[in-house]
């Protein structure tokens, strides 16, 4: 089964082709990227063929999604002969609200309500909307499934999710803790437990999916018991360019300071803030570590900021669940920095916590267990792969059906 994975942005679509038969394989991937505005760019990679890039005016989604289609039947770059190979399409959808606690087969009460959630995720849903419809014209009949950022978060308690605003604005706005990066959570523990033979369903894991942006998860037993991004992905731990949590007293007196709008707030929180802010260097650990080793004492700062909030999740999470057995770094930070692991894991030798620095030291994008013998809790790099679980939530849903 050829499945077609996209991932819809306000004016970007990131796709991969999946063909899901006996193992999941990847024959094509890219990105569309300038929807709406001049000189759209097609970024076309087939498996075990030479990449391609169109450049030309991509006006909507549906003109986009249309040249998707038309890179992967191209008589010399494409990877099928004919668009009836795709089977089935998998959306990512940033939030879900409350109303999914799971993905499901997209149909008219399905978009009404990912419509319903767009005010929850103004930047991210009518995206996700528009490749949904745009999908229906250019592949009628056509199964598609929605996989929501914020579904595996749905099993918290009421006493994790919850502000301590007054209720009704609960009751009237759904104010609360919705948690993202729920596929990635999921998919790094479900691997891990696979790789170490144990079971998922009897165990305490904490999983620090550690990017640009950045989010840790207690997971017990299988279930997302709390998560550190809130109602928005703003919240918990200190980000590329987002603060984290903060007392919203300062971003009360700075917009009064600074004469801020609420966009004003909104944009220093989101995108001028995080070790881009505190560097005032990058968002990119890479070039901090460069600088810090070279004496710069803002880099410097900002590693040590960044690793010491998410030591105190991890902590936090440890005594929410009364103890630890797998601790699992993932995404580009997470895979990939082997000095920010070293930084976050040193000093909770208390917890069970043991890192092999000889081991850590260098692992790049491997699955790997990285603690000594001797750690009470097992410590593991895992590549995520959120395309795939799409994927794979797509097939199962999609194979269900009775035609």
């Known amino acids: 089964m050829n499945i ?78 004919s668009i009836s190979e795709i089977k089935a399409v998998g959306h990512r959808v940033a939030h879900g609200g409350e109303n999914f606690k799971e993905s499901v087969l997209i149909d008219n009460d399905v978009k009404r309500d990912i419509e319903k959630c767009a005010e929850l995720a103004p930047l991210h849903n009518p995206a996700h909307l528009k490749g949904i419809l745009s999908c229906e014209k250019l592949l009628p009949g056509i199964p598609q499934v929605a996989v929501f950022d914020t579904s595996f978060h749905q099993t918290m308690p009421d006493y994790a999710f919850m502000y301590a605003i007054p209720y009704e604005y609960y009751e009237k706005y759904r104010i609360r803790k919705y948690g993202f990066h729920g596929t990635s959570h999921r998919f790094v523990a479900e691997k891990a437990c696979k790789m170490l033979n144990m079971d998922l369903y009897n165990s305490k894991i904490i999983t620090c999916h550690l990017g640009n942006g950045a989010s840790i998860t207690a997971i017990e037993n299988g279930k997302s018991i709390d998560t550190s991004m809130g109602f928005t992905p703003v919240d918990g731990l200190i980000m590329g360019t987002r603060t984290g949590e903060i007392d919203p007293g300062v971003l009360l007196y700075l917009a009064d300071k600074e004469e801020l709008s609420v966009s004003g707030v909104n944009n220093m929180i989101n995108k001028k803030s995080g070790v881009a802010g505190i560097s005032q260097l990058s968002s990119d650990m890479r070039d901090l570590e460069a600088a810090a080793n070279e004496g710069n004492p803002k880099a410097l700062l900002a590693l040590n900021m960044y690793a010491y909030k998410i030591k105190k999740f991890i902590g936090a999470y440890v005594a929410a669940m009364n103890g630890l057995d797998l601790l699992i770094f993932t995404a580009g930070v997470g895979e990939n920095d082997f000095n920010a692991r070293k930084m976050i894991c040193t000093g909770m030798e208390y917890m069970g916590i043991e890192v092999d620095e000889d081991v850590n030291h260098g692992v790049k994008g491997k699955d790997l267990v990285i603690s000594k013998p001797s750690s009470k809790v097992k410590v593991m790099v895992i590549t995520t792969d959120e395309e795939l679980v799409i994927a794979s939530d797509t097939q199962t849903i999609v194979e269900k059906l009775v035609y």
Do not use: W
């Not at 082709?17 to 990679?45: C, N, P, W, Y």
């Open 4 to 81: 077609l994975v996209l991932n819809c942005g306000s004016s970007s679509i990131k796709y991969q082709l999946f063909d899901m038969q006996d193992s999941a394989r990847v024959l094509a991937k890219g990105l569309i990227e300038r929807i709406g505005i001049t000189d759209g760019i097609l970024t076309h990679k087939p498996t075990g063929k030479d990449p391609y890039k169109v450049v030309l005016d991509i006006p909507d989604h549906t003109v986009g999604i249309n040249m998707v289609m038309d890179a992967l039947v191209d008589p010399v770059h494409g990877v099928i002969k």
